[in-house]
């Protein structure tokens, strides 16, 4: 596990790399996909922290949401400013606050 700095760039560094990851699936307790993050411009650091939280703790639960809010560094103050911006740091906001867990897996390439 990293201990998270100040700076999500500099977080991003200590990431396990997404290449051969196409996009990461959110699943609830039914087993139905309620969210993913694909493997695209604008949306590759998230994949990323997800892709750490997944190896990391195994599932995206109260925990795991409050470590990723760390790694997402000072775009977590900015999401909490201004909510709708980073769906993928609002969740973890809602898991944190006590939403369901939610387990993940990748979808390779």
Do not use: C, W
Not at 40 to 61: E, R
Not at 67 to 82: I, K, M, P, Q, S
Request: no cysteine; net charge negative.
């Amino acid at each position: 596990m990293i201990q998270p700095v100040s700076s999500f760039r500099e977080n991003l560094q200590n990431m396990p790399s997404i290449d051969g990851i196409e996009r990461l699936e959110m699943v609830d307790a039914a087993g139905d996909v309620v969210a993913s993050i694909e493997n695209q411009p604008g949306k590759q650091g998230s994949l990323a922290v997800y892709q750490y939280l997944l190896a990391t703790f195994g599932v995206l639960n109260a925990e795991a949401a409050a470590h990723g809010l760390a790694v997402f560094a000072e775009h977590t103050e900015d999401a909490r400013n201004r909510p709708g911006a980073h769906p993928n740091i609002d969740r973890l906001f809602d898991i944190q606050g006590g939403g369901a867990s939610l387990t993940m897996r990748l979808v390779e390439k």
